[in-house]
């Protein structure tokens, strides 16, 4: 190729490079002026907090009611009297007249032994009263008349000495003895003769039968126990640091798990002034009183003693309450949000719990139940259910 040849293009070459750089150029001033403008534009914006999620809760109302402050404990029902009958005398049981369960009065035959022999000293000892006293009738009679005969008043002159006169005093207050003392014996066979049977000493419902027609009853082995269902007792043992308020006169209620639905009242009849040195509790007896029926010795019940009581206080379920350190605290629903509130606990039962005044709770307000423990202060909410 000749050298005129070349020029042209060496020529078309040298413009096409020389454009380059002048688009490059272009293109960079381009995104200045976009960067410029977001800048300008995030200048204009003011920062803004995040708005809250609204959630979901479910709210109950502040109540007002009575609560109690109260002391729980379990016991055995026992027998305010419970008697276990035993033979005073040694023989055979002839005759069955109550059986377990029978509800018995004072004095009432629960049993006869033989008393044949019982029988025959009671009619001798009956014979020698009627001797005494025919022995006695004579005595007197001749000591009458030997004093008639001593004074001389049918004579004019004493026709007795003193010293017979003395004798026949001495046979009649000795007669007279005789008879007292055969009294004592008649007294005696028939106490022997009533032993015989065996009675009741208390009313009550016989618990056991111990013994059976034939059978060789022996003194000082139980033939029967009666006890007195119509009164029961339970009997608890409490630390002594309760007795600043433990006293006569406290309401209470039992329950048993054997006798469901039965709400039995008591109260507190008696207090122990002694605390038991080797286990420092302090015994309370209480009376129980069942509307109906007969409730069972050794039952196990379980026990709710009103220690104090607070009329008319704000009431709030348990489950509205959540706990940081040392301090109960749950939300109320104001104008949509949820509001904290620290609570000022008074009493409680197992399920509300007392709000007092410090609390800032007032009858009516709705509190959340479920739901709080994803709130804080200002959370908007949304109710449902009730």
């Not at 308020?245 to 008591?266: H, N, R």
């Amino acid at each position: 190729m000749s050298r005129a040849s070349l020029l042209p293009l060496l020529f078309l070459l040298a413009c096409s490079t020389s454009d380059k750089p002048s688009d490059s150029s272009s293109d960079s001033a381009t995104v200045v002026d976009l960067n410029a403008k977001a800048q300008a534009d995030n200048a204009g914006d003011e920062p803004t907090e995040p708005e809250l999620e609204t959630r979901l809760v479910r709210v109950a109302a502040v109540t007002q009611g009575d609560i109690l402050r109260t002391l729980e404990a379990v016991a055995n029902v026992v027998s305010l009297d419970s008697v276990d009958i035993m033979p005073e005398r040694a023989e055979t049981v002839v005759e069955i007249l109550a059986e377990e369960g029978d509800v018995v009065q004072v004095g009432q035959a629960l049993a006869r032994l033989r008393d044949s022999v019982a029988q025959l000293e009671y009619q001798e000892a009956k014979v020698r009263i009627e001797e005494a006293k025919t022995g006695l009738e004579s005595a007197h009679k001749d000591y009458e008349r030997n004093q008639e005969l001593a004074s001389g008043k049918t004579v004019g002159i004493s026709l007795l000495s003193e010293r017979e006169l003395e004798t026949s005093k001495q046979t009649w207050l000795t007669a007279r003895t005789t008879l007292e003392s055969g009294k004592v014996a008649l007294d005696r066979a028939k106490l022997e003769l009533e032993r015989c049977t065996l009675t009741s000493p208390i009313a009550g419902t016989v618990a056991a039968r111990d013994l059976s027609v034939g059978d060789l009853a022996t003194v000082s082995t139980r033939a029967f126990q009666v006890v007195d269902l119509a009164h029961p007792r339970v009997e608890i043992h409490r630390p002594q640091r309760e007795l600043a308020f433990l006293k006569a006169g406290l309401p209470l209620s039992a329950t048993a798990e054997a006798m469901p639905g039965l709400d039995i009242p008591g109260v507190i009849e008696r207090v122990s002034p002694t605390v038991d040195p080797e286990t420092g509790t302090v015994k309370v007896t209480a009376r129980l009183t069942p509307a109906q029926g007969i409730l069972p010795v050794g039952i196990l019940v379980s026990l709710t003693i009103e220690l104090e009581r607070h009329d008319s206080a704000l009431l709030l379920p348990k489950k509205a309450l959540l706990f940081e350190g040392g301090v109960q605290y749950g939300f109320k629903i104001v104008d949509g949000k949820a509001v904290r509130f620290d609570l000022a606990p008074g009493f409680e039962n197992a399920n509300q719990i007392e709000a007092l005044p410090e609390s800032g709770l007032e009858l009516g307000d709705t509190v959340v139940v479920i739901g709080a423990d994803r709130l804080e202060q200002g959370t908007p909410v949304e109710i449902i259910g009730s």
